[in-house]
């Protein structure tokens, strides 16, 4: 059965609103990411949040960790319409170091 | 920009075809792995190697086979080609630095068997 669970499945928004992608696991991790996917094209890591660590930034994206309900979710600040991609979180559940479980991902439309 | 590798990008071929997926790292990274995307859909592992000599099979079960004889190299081989393999191929690599296994991806390989 998949790790993680993305919600919403697509979010639509309007540049310079806020995005908020959640993500839930099953079982104990070591770390989440959280990876971007443009139409056809590969994964681009954005942003890992450790087991120990309950929130971290980067530029415009802020990630927060809840392992109580094991549960993380991905904020885009002042979106825009470059933005528009498929966001992935992934887990390392089976062993640190190891494969990624992904989640089946939000679909992000920014419009202008 | 990722250093890894992925060829052809797109490829149609007709059933019973043999093919090969290529894909190649400059990292030196001794982690890498195949997924395959349907469009739309989440990322299935279909085979993983932790380095040199070392294949394993991964979640989601495939008729496609992979070596690794060198680190910068992991090639998927379909021997016989069926519409059902249809699907974007994705090949990533990792190293397991400072307790973070980031993934590098490729471009990935739209694959149409007709």
């Known amino acids: 059965s998949q790790q993680g669970e993305e919600d919403p499945q697509a979010l639509s928004i309007q540049e310079g609103e806020n995005a908020t992608m959640n993500c839930s696991y099953k079982t104990s991790i070591n770390n989440l990411q959280w990876y971007r996917q443009n139409s056809g094209r590969g994964l681009v890591h954005l942003i890992l949040?450790?087991?120990?660590?309950r929130e971290k930034h980067s530029g415009r994206l802020r990630v927060t960790l809840d392992t109580s309900k094991k549960s993380s979710s991905l904020l885009i600040t002042a979106s825009r319409a470059a933005d528009t991609a498929s966001y992935f979180c992934?887990?390392?559940?089976?062993?640190?170091?190891?494969?990624?479980?992904f989640g089946k991902g939000t679909t992000l439309s920014v419009s202008s | 920009e990722a250093d890894i590798y992925q060829t052809p990008r797109y490829l149609v071929i007709g059933t019973g075809k043999k093919i090969t997926l290529e894909c190649s790292q400059t990292m030196g990274h001794d982690k890498m792995y195949w997924y395959q995307q349907d469009p739309g859909m989440e990322l299935h592992l279909i085979h993983y190697?932790?380095?040199?000599?070392?294949?394993e099979k991964g979640d989601l079960s495939s008729e496609s086979t992979v070596s690794r004889i060198r680190t910068e190299h992991f090639p998927l081989t379909l021997e016989s080609a069926r519409p059902s393999h249809t699907s974007q191929y994705l090949c990533a690599s990792s190293e397991w630095s400072g307790g973070s296994n980031e993934q590098f991806f490729g471009p990935g390989t739209r694959l149409t068997v007709l």
């Open positions: 190697s932790y380095g040199v000599n070392s294949t």
């Open positions: 992934a887990t390392d559940a089976r062993q640190a170091g190891t494969a990624l479980i």
């Open positions: 949040i450790r087991s120990n660590e």
